[in-house]
């Protein structure tokens, strides 16, 4: 059987599986509470004008574009940490963490000069009322200021879960979400004498609420005595670059993948911006949806990231193996109940953004397909995060860009824009079945991938305990 889960001693499958479940989900909350804030910022503006929702949808995804891609990069910071925590490396963990705040914080001054840079360039390109484009800018101004603090706040994230301490993530993240709702309100509407912004104000929101982020975990973590004897805070250190090239060099990878899976959904909601808003605004809202259901995943994923990566840091090589497989299995567990779920409550899902009858029929259709692919979503995003344990990170780098470009991309525009595959072009509905069939080719590789190099990993360095 797949990853040796049939040669487990009884009981092994169930510990392995509750120690998954104890690290990934504090991260789940943590994580769906930081896309809860997208699941906000889109209700609040709909709620406005349609041209807010679309203004908010085209902002956001490209402060998402850029904000996954960066944390993509930062992420690199888990797997080091792990391996250092697995094997015993108490003293180097402190630089570690030291290092991975600067190299945050430089990560996000080039995302946030990235976001202001291509403001001029969107705007000349999008094809939209004038009114809607300048909201997408002003989104887009206050989600960019917010970047370093939010970069910042990953490096942190990094060095607390790979430490085996992810509630504190949790409680910071619950935290930043009640405080964005009401920022969202006073800056929707203008309150105690600032603008009215509409929905452009939830990206200024956005921006504030990362800082607050960062300072909240930052003050967790200096004052909780668990974390004291890896001395992060035991003295100051300036920019190492060196070690800055070791984290780019695992973190580029790892970026690319996330930026091409990101990307996919963002340039599709560009392409599809002739359509009207309302093409537009259905996307997005189905879109966040989906992000939002993703997170249980992804969290899974990076608890298989620490989790793999602390077994291979202490020499057990089987162990991260059979973690890995019971991951997965979880994993395809909770995705199958998420399908079912989604298909029986569309209408309701889709209500609880807009009340306008156009955008129901057309969102109700997109969660189809957000449902058919909840299974080998779950299967790519996992193996992919039990990969990162391993530091392999270029071949799913390469998978990715292969499946989500070259297929979702490639495919999407031919069956939703042209009539080269079909009699008449799909529209918005040819670039989700693009995503179903992009998504179940990555599935198919990584895991694929995932079970070679984990076996190949097994023979060459047996274990050491």
């Not at 206050?142 to 504190?168: D, F, I, Q």
């Not at 670059?241 to 990101?262: A, C, D, N, Q, Y």
């Not at 608890?303 to 202490?314: D, E, P, T």
């Not at 957000?370 to 299967?379: F, I, R």
Request: with cysteine; aromatic share 12%.
């Amino acid at each position: 059987m797949l990853f040796d889960i049939d040669k487990a001693q009884p009981g092994a499958l169930r510990r392995e599986a509750l120690a998954i479940a104890r690290l990934s989900l504090p991260m789940m909350i943590a994580q769906m509470a930081q896309v809860a804030t997208g699941f906000v910022d889109t209700v609040m503006s709909g709620r406005v004008s349609t041209d807010d929702l679309a203004a908010v949808s085209i902002g956001s995804s490209i402060f998402i574009t850029v904000y996954c891609t960066l944390m993509g990069v930062v992420t690199a910071l888990n797997p080091i940490i792990a391996h250092q925590f697995g094997s015993g490396e108490r003293s180097g963990i402190g630089e570690t963490g030291r290092q991975g705040i600067w190299f945050g914080l430089f990560a996000g001054i080039i995302g946030m000069l990235l976001m202001l840079a291509c403001e001029p360039l969107l705007y000349r390109w999008l094809d939209l009322p004038y009114e809607v484009r300048d909201k997408v800018l002003l989104f887009i101004t206050g989600a960019a200021l917010g970047m370093p603090g939010a970069m910042m706040h990953r490096a942190l994230h990094a060095y607390a879960s790979s430490l085996n301490k992810p509630r504190l993530i949790m409680v910071v993240s619950v935290a930043a979400l009640l405080l964005n709702i009401p920022l969202n309100y006073i800056l929707i509407h203008g309150l105690f004498g600032l603008p009215r912004m509409g929905g452009a104000g939830c990206g200024w929101a956005t921006g504030a609420v990362f800082w607050f982020a960062f300072f909240a975990l930052l003050a967790y973590l200096k004052f909780n005595r668990y974390f004291a004897p890896f001395g992060l805070f035991e003295r100051m250190s300036w920019p190492d670059f060196r070690r800055f090239r070791t984290f780019l060099k695992l973190g580029i990878p790892i970026g690319l993948s996330f930026f091409v899976e990101v990307s996919l959904f963002s340039f599709i909601a560009l392409l599809v911006t002739p359509l009207g808003t309302v093409v537009v605004a259905s996307h997005q809202a189905v879109l966040n949806f989906s992000s939002l259901i993703y997170m249980l995943p992804s969290s899974i994923a990076t608890a298989l990231s620490v989790r793999v990566g602390q077994y291979i840091g202490a020499g057990n090589a089987s162990g991260a193996r059979f973690s890995a497989g019971v991951g997965l299995l979880s994993g395809l567990v909770l995705a199958l109940f998420t399908m079912v779920l989604v298909l029986l409550l569309r209408a309701e899902i889709i209500g609880m953004y807009t009340s306008d009858s156009r955008l129901i029929e057309i969102g109700m259709t997109l969660l189809l397909f957000a449902a058919v692919y909840q299974l080998t979503d779950a299967a790519q995003t996992i193996a992919s995060g039990a990969l990162r344990g391993y530091k392999l990170t270029t071949i799913p780098m390469a998978i990715h860009i292969s499946a989500f470009w070259g297929v979702g991309l490639g495919l999407g525009i031919m069956l939703g824009l042209t009539d080269w595959l079909v009699s008449r072009p799909m529209g918005i509905y040819g670039f989700w079945l693009a995503l179903v069939i992009s998504l179940t080719t990555a599935a198919v590789f990584l895991v694929w991938y995932l079970a070679r190099a984990s076996r190949r990993h097994q023979t060459l360095h047996p274990n050491k305990v």
